[in-house]
């Protein structure tokens, strides 16, 4: 059984950082997935912000956070991480981590086959 397990959400002021965590247990192991983050902000749909394909093949970003969000990954802990730089209203939402057993990644939620539970980022003054 897989369960991905994130973290690292909050309250933030515009401008500001934060780092998400997406943890994997169980039988998996996230350098042979493809990785995505998604969002998803009340009243609309559930988006694709970035994700990157099996062993960090290529990276794929939404548009709206071009040069401000990062993905990084860590096999040692089977982690991945969401940098999170320039924080805007707009960012705020709850964010999920999913993983698809596939080479490329991409940024359509039904890609991908499981999900984590959220977390919720604000960003506000």
């Known amino acids: 059984q897989v369960q991905l397990v994130e973290s690292g959400g909050g309250l933030v002021q515009p401008g500001g950082s934060l780092r998400l965590s997406c943890a994997a247990s169980?039988?998996?192991?996230?350098?042979?997935?493809?990785v995505g983050w998604f969002r998803q902000a009340p009243g609309k749909e559930r988006e694709g912000v970035l994700c990157?394909?099996?062993?960090?093949?290529?990276?794929y970003y939404t548009d709206s956070v071009k040069g401000r969000f990062t993905i990084s990954r860590d096999n040692a802990e089977n982690t991945v991480y969401l940098q999170m730089n320039s924080l805007q209203p707009e960012d705020t939402a709850v964010y999920y981590c999913?993983?698809?057993?596939?080479?490329?990644?991409?940024?359509?939620?039904?890609?991908?086959?499981?999900w984590g539970q959220g977390t919720q980022v604000t960003v506000s003054s």
């Open positions: 169980g039988s998996i192991t996230l350098d042979y997935y493809a």
């Open positions: 990157f394909g099996r062993s960090h093949s290529h990276t």
């Open positions: 999913a993983v698809g057993y596939r080479v490329y990644c991409s940024l359509d939620p039904p890609e991908y086959d499981y």
